[in-house]
């Protein structure tokens, strides 16, 4: 089993954790949805049978005000609601190309955002469905991203350069911060 872990989350509503306040983390196999024991590192398969009908998942982003959790499904350039229990999944918005791979939202506003790899753009959906072109961001390759809301920026890893880099998501320019550990 080769697990991409995809960031901290915390456990969402109908977690079979002791308390919904632990934190978790959340990976994909593309296949199968997992949870990691951060204390153990035991990883746990969420999703039963696997990801029907999903089989190109490459991020997830946590609504910490829904409790919802979301997948970009980088072959059907669709964001995609995941039960974080069961591992079922449903469409939740089309992004019309195939090349994002990356998946952000800021729970204070509902806002969606992503990064066309193909491209370098970085793409807003907003919760009436309408969807923005922000920008390039100026890094070829960014493959995870995550919204920060002390700083209201994004932050991003860029898989060409291995940096993580932070990208202010009005005006999409990317600032490379650092190198990425172990890169």
């Known amino acids: 089993l080769i697990l991409l872990v995809l960031g901290c989350r915390r456990s969402p509503v109908g977690s079979t954790s002791p308390s919904s306040d632990e934190p978790m983390l959340h990976g994909t196999t593309s ?22 009908g999903c089989t ?10 829904t409790n919802r959790l979301y997948g970009m499904d980088w ?25 994002h791979r990356s998946l952000a939202i800021d729970s204070a506003t509902g806002r969606f955002y992503s990064v066309d790899v193909l491209t370098d753009i970085l793409v807003r959906l907003d919760p009436d469905g309408s969807l923005t072109t922000i920008g390039p961001v100026g890094f070829g390759g960014i493959d995870s991203l995550e919204f920060d809301p002390a700083s209201a920026q994004l932050l991003a890893s860029d898989e060409l350069t291995s940096q993580l880099v932070r990208i202010d998501p009005a005006t999409a320019v ?10």
Do not use: C, K
């Open 56 to 65: 190109t998942i490459v991020d997830l982003a946590f609504d910490a005000l």
């Open 75 to 99: 072959q059907a350039g669709m964001i995609v609601r995941i039960d974080a229990v069961t591992g079922d999944v449903s469409p939740h918005a089309l992004l019309g190309t195939t090349g």
């Open 31 to 52: 296949r199968f949805l997992v949870s990691i024991d951060p204390g153990t590192g035991i990883p746990t398969v969420l999703s039963g049978t696997g990801l029907e």
């Open 174 to 183: 990317g600032t490379a911060v650092g190198a990425i550990s172990g890169s």
